[in-house]
């Protein structure tokens, strides 16, 4: 990916690189359901982050990573599928997740 120009107004360069990944984290529910399920941290707002990292925390965490800003709308895409077939039985290790999101990480 090539480095930013410069600084976002009123930002930093840094600030820059971090706005061109999203952070997500593929977990599973604790209790009774036990499904699969992704969170999209940097996608979190004040309304939700509170109770989203709180479910995050409770769960068992499967896989994490940071997305590509240019590759979002696919990458979600394919951890929708993931997390179907994860849900529906199928046995994915971490490995697996990282071959199938490598095209579109960070």
Do not use: W
Not at 8 to 16: K, L
Not at 54 to 61: D, I, L, Q, V
Not at 78 to 99: F, M
Request: a negative charge.
């Amino acid at each position: 990916m090539p480095e930013p120009l410069g600084p976002a107004p009123g930002g930093t360069v840094a600030a820059t690189r971090a706005a061109a990944k999203v952070m997500f984290e593929i977990y599973r529910e604790g209790g009774y359901n036990r499904a699969y399920r992704v969170v999209y941290f940097t996608e979190l707002n004040d309304h939700n982050r509170e109770t989203e990292f709180n479910r995050a925390m409770a769960g068992e965490h499967v896989y994490d990573g940071f997305i590509r800003e240019d590759a979002r709308k696919d990458a979600k895409v394919v951890v929708r599928d993931l997390l179907s077939r994860l849900n529906d039985g199928e046995e994915l290790t971490p490995d697996d997740l990282q071959r199938s999101l490598e095209p579109y990480l960070a």
